[in-house]
């Protein structure tokens, strides 16, 4: 049982570059969520998918875009890498709507340059 | 804006002693709370979640919630050096997305 399994685990980009982050669940759950982390400031939620075929805003949405392919899956995209968005990026998954425990992945560091 | 507070700390506590963490949540149709422990450089992994009010109690953790002060804190009694990490709050508003404070860095010294 894997849980919940983000790809890649680091990144850098060149300012301006594209690139999609993969998260994969395993557990039937039905929400997840996208969250990043920067020094001093907890898990901010960027995206978040209370069920397959539905997405909302989060806290800091701007500069991302999010799929929820299926109930398994849900991807994060920059299309415009910005240094602004170095962070710990965080995928999570919940049975609920963020009434019950979220697992998360083991995150994915990218650095913007 | 809707909004978890965390005391960042650090939190110097001696080993064996108690560990007394504090959250308050601005949002009063939160139903949910969660206490989450993250290691340095790994994911979090939660450690007490409490919906009523009142207390909680789960090994040497106790979870305190009191929604009318919109208020929610962790004990951690005899402190181990296991036990330094950063501690995060978490919120599940009303609508449902789960929103976390800026945790708190414990330290627990020998």
């Known amino acids: 049982n894997a849980g919940v399994t983000q790809t890649p685990k680091f990144q850098v980009l060149k300012t301006g570059q594209s690139m999609t982050l993969q998260c994969a669940q395993d557990m039937n759950h039905n929400s997840m969520y996208w969250y990043r982390q920067d020094p001093g400031m907890g898990l901010r939620l960027i995206y978040y998918s209370a069920s397959e075929g539905t997405t909302d805003k989060g806290e800091v949405p701007n500069g991302y875009n999010v799929s929820r392919l299926n109930k398994r899956e849900f991807s994060l995209r920059l299309e415009s890498a910005a240094p602004s968005q170095t962070s710990v990026y965080f995928c999570?998954?919940?049975?609920?709507?963020?009434?019950?425990?979220?697992?998360f992945g083991q995150g994915t560091r990218l650095t913007v340059v | 804006q809707k909004e978890v507070e965390q005391n960042s700390g650090p939190l110097s506590v001696p080993e064996g002693a108690i560990a007394s963490l504090n959250c308050t949540y601005s949002d009063r149709g939160s139903q949910s709370f969660f206490w989450y422990r993250q290691y340095s450089g790994k994911s979090p992994e939660l450690i007490m979640f409490i919906y009523s009010n009142g207390d909680k109690e789960d090994g040497r953790f106790t979870a305190q919630l009191n929604k009318a002060s919109q208020y929610v804190s962790l004990l951690i009694r005899d402190s181990q050096p296991s036990d330094s990490a950063t501690y995060l709050c978490?919120?599940?508003?009303?609508?449902?997305?789960?929103?976390f404070g800026a945790g708190t860095q414990v330290v627990v010294t020998p």
């Open positions: 978490a919120v599940n508003h009303s609508g449902g997305k789960l929103q």
């Open positions: 999570a998954s919940s049975e609920g709507q963020g009434g019950l425990e979220a697992f």
